[in-house]
């Protein structure tokens, strides 16, 4: 008994000792308190006042009222409510921490003064859980998992900012309580998900600091979900690139928010995005150009604009997948229009080109290109068939590769005994041994190899650029000391990669010759010679 009363006593002590310097009304209910005390420490058969009341049952009561005082400022510091004090032998009731997992939960609990300070003295502090990596088979941190835990952190950020400005015996102090042990159940459901906000020992941060950790921990959940979401599919590859970058800057700006709390280990949702960024540099050599380095930090008072763009890019990502859900019936309607001109060729089928034009466009603005396989497959009948009378650039191109496909390419005999022109000779000469790049289009292989022969070629460099895609990997092929000439096909690329590709061949000093037409070596070589002969024809 004697050692369980120091021990309930140390930790009163140890609890109100810091407080009550800070606190001058803490530091009066406390002398109450402790004229009470004294007042419990007197004779053993007490004399009895006026009315048969005792003066230890008088000074109980006022103390009582006292201590009442005491809880309500406690609640103000974020701390379990508790019951004010009852006479001894009483029975009273109180909520006492009970610790489950890595959670702190308070239930009540009636009985006596002493059994309740017993209860509360074997309900150990909760500790920051340690830390146990989610992870797939790989080893790879669980972006969903993340993402849940991270939101649900965020959704705590309110609720503590709420339970901070409550005292005992608030109306809505029942509700909040109840709220926040939803949330630890929540949490409990979840791996190594610690509600840091809840934990009664350390204070909550100010309301604004607070604020902006809610919008940080919103931010990496959204990213997370979005990175997700774009991973693997090919369709999704631009989102895909700035949906990680994203995903980079919001735990970068977590790390920074988190630095001034009183946590003394990385957030474990931070920490396992940082990593599944990592692993996801080395597998995919993906490149991620900011605040992957502690001396490279995110600015967490940049959130609201982070979390901005990463709805614009799940929106960019929800419009990219409905156009692609239309593919197949975009795709279909090519097929039945050209189909309706193959089979009379001689009607007038103005009216199915225009739907067809308008398929292609429809079906471009989803990221399919004109060139595109299915595309090709399906106008494939009106090739050598009929042709439209005014083609759209798109419409134009996916004939040009309809045709180039339909055709098989020429067996080697027939390779042998072609013949070409005086013009073809001509840049043959210029160009025997030399690299040519060439930018547009689909890359076949056929075709590749039929203008490397009719040139002549020591190399044709033919770069495949996706279109909205970059142009850089066409500056490195055009500035190489060996490129000799610069093709720019122009239906088949485009405007931005058309400019690049001027911009790069002035800059390195390269002849760009602009063909309007196919890839055929005779249109190739007329071209060549019309707008660049004066630079590489041998000066006589």
């Known amino acids: 008994m004697k050692g369980d009363l120091a021990s309930l006593l140390a930790a009163v002590e140890a609890y109100l000792a810091p407080r009550a310097k800070q606190d001058p009304h803490l530091r009066e209910l406390l002398r109450q308190a402790a004229a009470w005390l004294s007042s419990i420490a007197g004779p053993d058969d007490p004399a009895t006042g006026s009315g048969g009341v005792s003066a230890d049952d008088r000074a109980s009561r006022a103390a009582g009222e006292a201590l009442a005082q005491v809880s309500g400022v406690a609640a103000e510091q974020g701390v379990p409510d508790q019951e004010a004090p009852r006479r001894p032998g009483e029975r009273a009731q109180a909520l006492v921490p009970l610790k489950i997992g890595d959670t702190l939960v308070h239930v009540p609990v009636e009985g006596s003064t002493q059994e309740i300070g017993r209860a509360r003295l074997a309900a150990q502090p909760p500790e920051e859980p340690e830390r146990a990596r989610p992870a797939d088979a790989a080893g790879e941190p669980d ?54 906000q809840f934990f009664p020992e350390h204070p909550v941060p100010a309301d604004e600091h607070l604020r902006t950790i809610e919008r940080c921990y919103a931010n990496l959940a959204l990213a997370a979900e979005l990175a997700l979401r774009v991973e693997g599919n090919d369709d999704l590859e631009d989102v895909q690139r700035e949906a ?13 928010a988190l630095g001034s709390t009183w946590l003394t280990r990385p957030d474990q949702d931070q920490d396992d995005a940082f990593l599944w960024l990592t692993v996801k540099t080395k597998r995919d050599q993906v490149f991620i150009e900011r605040f992957m380095r502690l001396n490279d ?11 901005q763009r990463l709805l614009e890019l799940a929106a960019d990502a929800d419009r990219i997948t409905r156009e692609r859900k239309n593919v197949s019936a975009l795709v279909n309607k ?49 090739a050598g068939v009929a042709e439209p009378a005014s083609p759209t650039p798109a419409l134009s191109a996916a004939l040009m590769a309809a045709s180039v496909a339909r055709r098989e390419p020429a067996s080697e005999p027939e390779q042998q005994q072609r013949r070409y022109s005086a013009t073809v000779e001509r840049v043959r000469a210029w160009l025997h041994g030399a690299r ?27 770069v495949h650029l996706r279109e909205h895609a970059s142009s850089a990997p066409l500056e490195a092929a055009i500035a190489r000391p060996d490129t000799r000439l610069v093709l720019a096909l122009v239906k088949l690329a485009g405007h931005q ?10 800059q390195h000093g390269r002849p760009l010759v602009m063909v309007p037409g196919g890839y055929n070596p005779e249109q190739v070589a007329a071209e060549i010679a019309a707008q660049v002969s004066d630079r590489l024809e041998p000066a006589r």
């Open 497 to 506: 990669h058309i400019d690049d590709a001027r911009r790069w061949a002035r």
């Open 436 to 462: 040519v790049v060439v930018v547009g289009g689909e890359v076949y292989d056929h075709a590749r190899q039929r203008l490397t022969e009719a040139l002549e070629l020591g190399e044709l460099d033919w």
């Open 143 to 196: 972006l969903a998992v993340v993402a849940r835990r991270a939101r649900l952190k965020a959704q705590a950020c309110p609720v503590a900012m709420r339970r901070r400005g409550l005292r005992a015996g608030d109306a809505a102090l029942g509700d909040v309580l109840a709220e926040m042990n939803a949330l630890i159940a929540r949490a409990k459901s979840l791996p190594s998900c610690f509600l840091w």
């Open 334 to 382: 090519v097929r039945f229009h050209a189909k309706r001109i193959a089979d009379a060729p001689t009607d007038d089928h103005a009216p199915d080109w225009a739907k067809i034009a308008e398929a292609i466009d429809r079906l471009n603005l989803a990221g399919v290109r004109p060139t595109d396989p299915r595309v090709t497959g399906a106008l494939a009948p009106t």
């Open 297 to 307: 930090p995110a600015d967490p008072a940049r959130a609201d604009e982070l979390g």
């Open 244 to 256: 990680i970058q994203a995903l980079a800057e919001a735990q970068s700006a977590l790390r920074v």
